[in-house]
């Protein structure tokens, strides 16, 4: 299974060999601030995914840096601690992935309302990181 994907300009492309984490929502500052809005990435094995083009990288803070396209400005990447890399769902081209929750939700936007009933955590949760499936 390989699936792709990039900004929105094309100048950054992606592929990602084997299976894709469900997407998680995350309400953190940083991803409101990075991108306009909360987050839903997916993730994979970082060694899975090849990264082409002139994307750039922001140290967001000492443990995590996000990838964009310098061009663009899209977002693409948070990639932090752990094995996995995370991928800006929006990003990629049509692939078949579920939702599976929420994280950070303390730090939410006041307009947001979470209403389509998926598991939510005030901060981090790797109970809802580390699903391999969607609860429905
Ligand atoms: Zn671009
Ligand atoms: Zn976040």
Redo the contacts with the bound molecule.
Sequence with gaps: MVNTGS??????KYEVIGPLRPVVYCHCEQCRKTSGHHVAASSAPRNKVKIKGKLRWYASSKTARRGF?P????NLFWDGPGENISIMAGTLDNADINAIGHIFVADKAAYVDICDGLPQAAQDDETITTMVKPTR
Excluded: K
């Design positions: 900004c929105l300009c094309g100048g950054v396209c061009t663009c400005g899209g």
